[in-house]
C-alpha cells in the first residue's frame, strides 16, 4: 500500500473517532463495512483494503460534517508526513510487510467503527449511561439553554460529568454570585458539531471579571479540560 493510501485511510478513521456517534446517514454502510473488514481480515486484507477506500471516495455527500473533519485530518497528517516525520512512517511502512500494515489499518477501522455504533445505538435507543439522578444534579448546579442537547453530548463524552460537576465548586470559589449556565454551541461551518460551554454571567466589571477568568484557567482549567479539547469550554458572558 501506497504511503498516500495509508495516510487518506488514516484520516478517515481519525475523523470518524471524533463524532459523537455514528452518522445515521453513514450507519448502514459503515455496519456493512465493519462487517466485510473482519469476514477478509485472515481471507483477503488487500480486498477489505479496497472495499474501505471505496466508501471514503463516497461518503463526503452523505455527511459533510465528517467530510469538513476528514479534510482538516487528511490536512494535518500531510504536514506531519514531511522531513523527520516522513523518514520515522517510512521506516514504519518498510519495516513491517504489506500485509501488516494492511491488517493494522483494518483492525482499527472496524474496533472505531464498532466504537462509534455502540454510541449512536446508546443514543438511539435512549439507554443512557448518563444516569438520571446525575444529570439532576447538573440541572440543579446550572441554567442549561437546551436540557435534551445537553445531555445527549454529555451521554456521548462522559469524562465530561466530573468536570462539569468540578468546575461548578472552582468557579463558584472565584464567581460567588454569578449565573452560571451550560449552553450548546454549534459551528455554523461545519453542520453537526457541537460543543458544551460552561457560561459565567458575572456582574463584575470586564477587567476583574477577565482576571478572574485568568486565575481559574491558571490555577485549574487549562490542566483538568485538557484532555477534553474543545468538547467543553468555559467563558464569560454578559447579559
Not at 489499518?105 to 449512536?120: G, H, L, M, N, T
Request: no cysteine; net charge negative; glycine share 4%.
Amino acid at each position: 500500500m501506497k504511503i498516500s493510501e495509508t495516510l487518506r485511510l488514516r484520516a478517515f478513521l481519525n475523523a470518524l473517532g471524533q463524532l459523537d456517534s455514528l452518522p445515521p446517514e453513514l450507519a448502514p454502510g459503515l455496519r456493512q463495512i465493519s462487517s466485510q473488514l473482519e469476514s477478509k481480515l485472515e481471507t483477503d486484507p488487500i480486498a477489505a483494503i479496497s472495499d474501505l477506500e471505496d466508501f471514503v471516495e463516497d461518503f463526503g455527500e452523505l455527511h459533510p460534517p465528517l467530510a469538513e473533519l476528514y479534510r482538516a485530518e487528511r490536512l494535518r497528517l500531510r504536514k506531519l508526513n514531511s522531513g523527520q516525520e516522513r523518514s520515522k512512517l517510512v521506516g514504519t511502512l518498510e519495516k513491517n510487510s504489506a500485509a501488516e500494515n494492511e491488517a493494522s489499518i483494518i483492525s482499527q477501522a472496524i474496533a472505531i467503527i464498532k466504537a462509534a455504533d455502540k454510541r449512536f445505538q446508546q443514543a438511539q435507543q435512549n439507554t443512557p449511561a448518563l444516569d438520571a439522578s446525575t444529570f439532576e444534579k447538573i440541572n440543579s448546579l446550572y441554567w442549561i439553554e437546551e436540557p435534551a442537547e445537553t445531555q445527549q453530548l454529555l451521554l456521548g463524552h462522559e469524562a465530561m460529568l466530573p468536570l462539569v460537576i468540578e468546575a461548578y465548586d472552582k468557579i463558584r470559589e472565584l464567581f460567588a454570585e454569578a449565573k452560571l449556565a451550560l449552553e450548546v454551541e454549534r459551528d455554523p461551518e461545519i453542520p453537526g458539531w457541537r460543543s458544551l460551554w460552561i457560561m459565567i454571567y458575572s456582574q463584575l466589571d470586564s477587567d476583574e471579571a477577565f482576571e478572574k477568568l485568568k486565575t481559574l484557567d491558571y490555577n485549574w482549567w487549562l490542566d483538568a479540560g485538557y484532555a477534553i479539547g474543545n468538547k467543553l469550554n468555559i467563558d464569560l458572558g454578559w447579559e
